[in-house]
Structures are given as structure tokens and as C-alpha cells.
């Protein structure tokens, strides 16, 4: 999968245009994707990702980085094997495209905010 292009509220991913928040897997796409709390993402919204096992998880923050990653949610990614990138979602679609190929690697992203 690659992320063609993303702006406010907007995604293109393998041609393809998205406006909600979404989880790309390297096979597929959840995109459906919201959060318990709206701007606060904690270990239960990402339960899947977890499940799957990736090396690595790019979390995309928002337009302006308001979705904050809650206190346990940080401890449990520093404690586990999945390394966590965690930017504003425009330059989390840069490190998504530039590393997707090297390490399982999943994306979740807000498109908003």
C-alpha cells in the first residue's frame, strides 16, 4: 500500500481517496477507525494492530497533532517489541511511504484536527 497524497480530512491510498480515519495493515485497510475518547488514543483502539503483531506502528496525530497518545499507551509500546513512531499525520504518511517496505509496519492515522 501506498499513501498517495493526504490533506485535511483526506486520504489517497493506492488511488483510492478515504475521509475517515483509517489503519493500514500491509494487506488491508480499516477504514473505519475511531477512537474510545475522539482525541485521546489508548491501548483499546489499538487492539488489532496489537493483535497483528507489526514491527512497527506510525501513528498519525492529526492535521495539527491534537490526537494525544494516552500515558499507558506510550508505556506499553516502549515496553514491547513494536517500535512506535508517532508524528503529525502529513509527516507520518512521509515515514509510512519510506519505511512500509523494510519492517511490517502499520499506519493509523487521523485525518483531522
Known amino acids: ?7 485535511f480530512g483526506n486520504i489517497v491510498i493506492n488511488g483510492k481517496r478515504y475521509t ?11 477504514s473505519h477507525w475511531w477512537r ?3 482525541h485521546l488514543l489508548q491501548l483499546e483502539d489499538l487492539q488489532a494492530v496489537i493483535d497483528f503483531s ?8 492529526g492535521d495539527s497533532g ?7 499507551t506510550e508505556r506499553f ?6 517500535e512506535l513512531v508517532v508524528q503529525r499525520t502529513a509527516d507520518a504518511c512521509q515515514t509510512y511511504n519510506r519505511l512500509h517496505g523494510d519492517k511490517k509496519t ?3 492515522l487521523h ?3
Open 54 to 61: 507489526p514491527e512497527l506502528l506510525i501513528v498519525g496525530t
Open 20 to 30: 475517515s480515519d483509517i489503519i493500514i495493515y500491509p494487506h488491508r485497510l480499516d
Open 66 to 72: 491534537l490526537m494525544k497518545i494516552a500515558p499507558e
Open 1 to 7: 500500500m501506498v499513501i498517495d497524497s493526504y490533506s
Open 111 to 113: 485525518l483531522t484536527c
Open 106 to 108: 502499520v499506519a493509523a
Open 36 to 38: 474510545l475518547q475522539g
Open 77 to 82: 509500546f516502549r515496553e514491547s517489541p513494536i
